[in-house]
Nanobody, 120 residues
Framework: QVQLVESGGGLVQPGGSLRLSCVAS????????MGWYRQALGKERELVAV???????NYADSVKGRFTISRDNAKKTVYLQMNSLKPEDTAVYYC??????????????WGQGTLVTVSL
C-alpha cells in the first residue's frame, strides 16, 4: 500500500505565495514521477506541474514563471512553490505519484487534496 499526504494549503491574498508539500510512504521501491494537479469548482482536474526522477519538469502554461516544482528523492517528497498567486489559482490541489512498488508493479497514487484559496 502506498499513501500520499499533502500539506501547505490555505488562504492567501492575490500576489502572495504558498508552498505545498507531498510525502509518499508505504511499500515503495522507487518513484518514477511526482506531480501536482488541481481542480477548481465546476471544472475538470488539470495538470499543474510534474517532475520525473531524472530531473525533468513540465508545467501548465498558466503557471509557468510563477510556480516551481521540486523533489527530494531521499525524503520521497515533492514540493510546489507557488508565487504571484491569482484568484484563478483557487482550487483543490492533488499530489500524484507513479510508483514502482516493492515486489514489482507500477501504481498511480493520488493524495487526498489540499485546498488553496486566493482571495482578498
Amino acid at each position: 500500500q502506498v499513501q500520499l499526504v499533502e500539506s501547505g494549503g490555505g488562504l492567501v491574498q492575490p500576489g502572495g505565495s504558498l508552498r505545498l508539500s507531498c510525502v509518499a510512504s508505504g511499500s515503495i521501491f522507487s518513484i518514477s514521477a511526482m506531480g501536482w494537479y488541481r481542480q477548481a469548482l465546476g471544472k475538470e482536474r488539470e495538470l499543474v506541474a510534474v517532475a520525473n526522477n531524472g530531473g525533468g519538469t513540465n508545467y501548465a502554461d498558466s503557471v509557468k514563471g510563477r510556480f516551481t516544482i521540486s523533489r527530494d528523492n531521499a525524503k520521497k517528497t515533492v514540493y510546489l512553490q507557488m508565487n504571484s498567486l491569482k484568484p484563478e489559482d483557487t482550487a483543490v490541489y492533488y499530489c500524484n505519484a507513479l510508483v514502482v512498488v516493492v515486489g514489482g508493479g507500477l501504481l498511480g497514487v493520488w493524495g487526498q487534496g489540499t485546498l488553496v484559496t486566493v482571495s482578498l
